[in-house]
């Protein structure tokens, strides 16, 4: 029997204008994407977004939440400002996602992705302890509207990650691999990381990029192909522990390069899938 092939998406976002959204993604001839969300957007635009994916025949794989508060994208700050880890953001960034999670289950979305954050490599720091009831809140808001929540990979080790998995100990946690992020964090080469957390990976992003040169910046996205992430090598290891999910191509970028990127990746990504 023919092993069915991986769907390729788009990572993107929507404001006033959600069909534009889906738009975008359906001139790309892509059947899925994973959308970028403030939780706060009114929720007739979110009936807007889910009847324009509908119409287009577009599968929203992923609500992916913006957190409040400030995100600085880089070592020095990173760590007290990304994901759950900043205590004076934490309980503002749960119900941020509890409710995203809230709106995935009222419209159909399985899951909803956001970076944790810096999470502490020592399971006896504290601050680890408050992370992982933290994301337990999240992960059985979850689990009452049939919604996952999936770590976009990034600012933890492999190792680390597994841990926070095995800790909060729901069953409705997965992984959206960013190989790249991996890469750009310094964490690990991601093909590496799929025998440490394979087993969840539940959505991809495919992004490339370069592992980091100095102590305080990321290393540097790339277009796909790029970088140094593997995807010939990659994707036949995620089919192999039985992954079935979307490859999400994403490009920090923006303007006419952005779209050129992405549709480059498109046809780089095809005959893997």
């Known amino acids: 029997m023919a092993q069915t092939k991986l769907k390729i998406g788009v990572m993107t976002g929507f404001g006033e204008n959600p069909e534009e959204s889906i738009q975008k993604v359906q001139s790309l001839g892509l059947p ?71 709106l995935a289950g009222e419209f159909g979305v399985a899951s909803v992705t956001t970076h944790a954050g810096f999470i502490p490599e020592n399971p006896g720091d504290p601050v680890y302890a408050a992370v992982v009831a933290a994301l337990k809140e999240i ?16 600012q933890e080790t492999p190792v680390c990650l597994l841990r926070t998995i095995q800790d909060i100990g729901t069953d409705n946690l997965g992984i959206n691999l960013d190989p790249a992020n991996l890469l750009m ?33 990321l290393g540097v996205e790339k277009p796909l192909g790029e970088g140094r992430v593997n995807f010939p090598v990659l994707i036949p290891k995620l089919k192999a522990l039985g992954f079935r999910g979307a490859l999400t191509i994403e ?23």
């Open 251 to 273: 490009r920090e970028i923006k303007g006419p390069k952005q779209t050129e990127d992405i549709m480059r990746a498109i046809e780089l990504l095809k005959p893997l899938c």
């Open 32 to 102: 899925s994407c994973q959308m970028g969300i403030s939780a706060s957007e009114p929720k007739e635009r979110f009936k807007r977004l889910m009847a324009a994916a509908e119409a287009a025949g577009v599968e929203i794989t992923t609500f992916w939440v913006g957190l409040p508060g400030p995100s600085k994208w880089n070592f020095l700050e990173g760590p007290g400002t990304i994901g759950f880890v900043p205590e004076k953001w934490r309980a503002e960034r749960v119900e941020a996602v509890k409710k995203g999670a809230r």
């Open 185 to 217: 964090y310094g964490r690990a080469n991601p093909i590496d990381a799929l025998d440490v957390f394979g087993q969840y990976v539940r959505g991809v992003h495919a992004k490339d990029g370069e592992y980091p040169t100095n102590g305080r910046e």
């Open 139 to 154: 992960a059985l808001v979850g689990k009452e509207v049939g919604v996952e929540f999936w770590f976009e990979t990034g």
